[in-house]
């Protein structure tokens, strides 16, 4: 009998629920107990290394070595009071992962002494070895020096394990010469770009009281959770971290019994548990609740500022994956664990706020008379419009394309849902109709006895759009779920900067002909409505009409990730990334070519590891189940009874060779394909052929394995099957 799949079955039913005890009933006596904010700063800093910093974070003023010296020394009387013993700079190089090298604040002194030491020299910068992180070409070996650098927006705070705390400082990640290597510098810089812009905007026309900008997101996050026993029994999950073969469960989630349901005692404990070490770290997360397909899960915190909320999702998927071990469960943050059920997205909602407390992105009760709303609203739509291959592109991986466009997440088209409300108010406003037609319809009362009348908003959602408005935000919900959130923010943010930019432009121009301020922004307004109307889509975007009706209107519909990647280098990009001074001609094309890069690896380890799994896993299974099938037929045979009898064996016989022929031609098929996309001559050339060459051969190795699965006696069957991976909580 297999041994590999019923022990885990058997570890997985054995369970029992791990409960752990949050410091205190009230998450506010321990929320940001681990974080080295405001108050610990007060409280540890004197006052002139507390204002150094706070300059740095309110005005993004440098702070200098002496500065720096007192801050490392009350950082590190801050740790040391908590138990910690090592700090280290945290950056999130391009592997998409967070980095971190652990340095002690011991020290030896002479006489065999020791002393604990952190000074501002560490605090603001370490040297790791840039040639061994993705750098695109940037850093030769001989060279390969890096530096991150100390980001003091963003507090450094204490990590925790069973047997050790580390002090983390969030740092961004550059090569010698300056090039970033990293997700968190252009990060900065975009966002930087787009608050600028917004100040310009907002203070030129609307307040001059404001003069900061901040921008806000708020990230939903999907993921799966399945027994540690059954992963770790699924050399697929392991090293990919998706099933690529599995026989589809009688029973997925066509009843929809999953979403919103009770959630299971395990994945309760589960969930209270991250959630205590989240708050300990400051992530404010605010909802759980069980998603679509089964197995499926959400989290989503309060919105922060961006490089804080992006920070904290990096930390939160950290913080999942660890504690999940503690309660023998493993949480999937792959977009396409499964195939057949729901993958996971998350979920990026993204707004515009000044320091005058105004969110700009909220329409108030009369947006037909908020003409600031009405402008950032717009130029985020024309932003998107006029950049949409580049947006599209910053979601692009080779996990994502299991999602994009598969009939259950956003479409790989780009498409903007604003509602009906807005597209009455645009239409009415931006159309020069006498009055407008605000919906109205879901004002209706509730006319049920004894339930208190309730606010029912004029916002309608619309979840398979890529791109919503959402009432006072809008929501780009094609972001992968194990993305670092920062490449779509990066580009978001630079795309509507330079968008801002441009409006100011020819708004001052129309002035300075002799318009009123309100006659020129509505003119520029009105004609950017009428230059993106083509991708303003209210409908299905599942549908195969609306793949139809994009094409009419000239949309791209990018499937795949190497062609999807084109984007970041044409020209339009590249002047719009150099114009914004987010990435330098040499940084751009490195991170292209990483990207790309990473594509390849990651196809190419999908490859080796289906060939894999078919040819020791799977065949074997089937040739055992086929010789029990032979020894029953000879043994019928010989008993002298009539073909009736073992007709059916004999088919089945037949069958299973058919598949196991299949699995081993493709098998062999794979390993030529893969060798060619090897010697192409550049790395898009063999992603392309990853793509389009070896990629559809998982298909058919697939579908004779799966089919074998369906035939094969059970208890031969080595890997665990679906509806045990799902069901089992
Ligand atoms: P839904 O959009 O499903 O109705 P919520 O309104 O609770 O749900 O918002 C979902 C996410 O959007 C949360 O993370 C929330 O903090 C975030 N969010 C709400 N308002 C804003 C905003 N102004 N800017 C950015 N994110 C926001
Ligand atoms: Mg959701």
Not at 544 to 560: H, M
Not at 649 to 664: F, R
Request: glycine share 4%; proline share 4%.
């Amino acid at each position: 009998m297999s041994t590999l799949r019923f022990n885990a079955l058997k570890t997985a039913l054995s369970r029992t629920p791990v409960l752990t005890k949050a410091p205190s009933d009230k998450v506010s006596d321990f929320y940001n107990s681990n974080v080295f904010n405001d108050n610990a700063m007060k409280n540890f800093l004197s006052k002139e290394a507390y204002e150094a910093v706070s300059r740095a974070v309110k005005m993004s003023e440098k702070i200098d070595r002496v500065h720096a010296d007192a801050v490392a020394s009350g950082m590190k009387n801050w740790a040391m009071s908590r138990g910690v013993t090592h700090y280290t700079h945290w950056f999130q190089p391009l592997t998409g992962a967070t980095a971190e090298k652990h340095d002690a604040f011991f020290e030896p002194t002479e006489e065999g002494r020791s002393m604990e030491k952190f000074s501002g020299g560490a605090l603001v910068q370490q040297e790791p070895d840039a040639s061994s992180f993705p750098n695109g070409g940037i850093r030769n070996t001989f060279e390969a020096r890096g530096y991150t650098a100390w980001d003091p927006s963003s507090p450094a705070f204490i990590m925790e394990e069973s047997n050790g705390k580390t002090l983390c400082i969030p740092t961004i990640f550059v090569a010698y010469t300056g090039e970033a290597l990293d997700f968190k510098a252009p990060l900065l810089k975009a966002l930087h770009a787009a608050e600028k812009a917004v100040v310009s905007v907002c203070s030129s026309y609307f307040d001059k009281n404001v003069t900061k900008a901040s921008i806000s997101l708020g990230i939903e996050q999907e993921y799966f959770l399945i027994d540690e026993a059954m992963y770790y029994a699924r050399p697929d999950l392991m090293l990919t971290g998706r099933t690529l073969l599995g026989h589809a469960p009688e029973k997925g989630q066509q009843l929809d019994d999953h979403y919103f349901g009770s959630i299971p005692p395990r994945v309760h404990d589960f969930m209270v548990d991250y959630e205590t070490e989240a708050y300990k770290l400051g992530i404010p997360l605010k909802t759980r609740h069980n998603e679509v397909a089964p197995g499926q899960f959400e989290c989503a915190p309060n919105f922060e500022e961006a490089n804080l909320a992006v920070d904290h999702n990096q930390l939160l998927m950290d913080l999942m994956e660890k504690v999940s071990q503690r309660h023998g469960l493993k949480v999937l943050l792959h977009e396409k664990p499964f195939a057949g059920v729901n993958g996971s997205g998350k979920h990026n909602n993204w707004s515009l706020i000044t320091n005058t407390g105004i969110n700009l992105l909220s329409p108030t009760k009369n947006p037909e008379t908020n003409i600031q709303f009405l402008t950032f609203f717009v130029n985020a739509v024309k932003a998107v419009n006029d950049n949409a291959d580049l947006l599209r592109a910053s979601i692009a991986s080779a996990s994502n394309d299991h999602r994009l466009g598969a009939n259950e997440a956003p479409p790989a088209i780009m498409s903007i849902f604003i509602g009906s409300q807005m597209t009455n108010v645009l239409d009415s406003i931006l159309n020069d109709k006498s009055s407008a037609k605000v919906n109205t319809k879901s004002k209706q009362a509730i006319n049920v006895i004894k339930i208190p009348d309730i606010l029912l908003d004029n916002t309608d959602r619309n979840r398979t759009s890529p791109f919503a408005f959402t009432g006072n935000k809008f929501e780009f919900r094609a972001v992968g779920s194990s993305a670092n959130c920062a490449n779509a923010m990066i580009v978001l943010n630079t795309v509507m900067a330079d968008q801002l930019n441009k409006f100011k432009v020819e708004v001052d121009a129309l002035i300075k002909k002799g318009k009123t301020k309100n006659e020129a922004i509505l003119t520029i307004l009105k004609a950017y409505y009428k230059a993106s109307k083509n991708i303003l889509f209210e409908g299905n975007g599942y549908s195969d009409e609306w793949v139809k009706e994009a094409v009419k209107r000239g949309l791209s519909n990018v499937k795949t990730t190497p062609e999807a990647l084109n984007a970041y280098v044409s020209k339009q990009s590249t002047e719009l990334f150099i114009r914004n001074n987010i990435f330098s001609k040499i940084e751009l094309d490195a991170r292209y070519e990483i990207m790309q890069e990473v594509y390849v690896k990651k196809i190419d380890i999908e490859a080796k590891t289906i060939s894999q799994l078919a040819i020791s896993h799977v065949v074997p299974a089937a040739v055992e189940y086929q010789s029990k099938l032979a020894i029953n037929v000879q043994a019928l045979k010989g008993a002298g009874l009539s073909k009736t009898t073992y007709e059916t064996q004999l088919k089945t016989i037949e069958v299973i060779s058919k598949h196991i022929k299949t699995i081993c031609d493709n098998v062999d098929k794979l390993l030529v394909e893969t060798d060619k996309a090897h010697h192409a001559a550049d790395t898009h050339k063999t992603a392309l052929i990853f793509c389009h060459k070896v990629k559809p051969l998982f298909d058919n190795v697939r579908a004779a394995s799966d089919a074998l699965e369906f035939i094969v006696d059970d208890t031969l069957w080595q890997l665990p099957k679906y509806r045990e991976m799902l069901f089992i909580k």
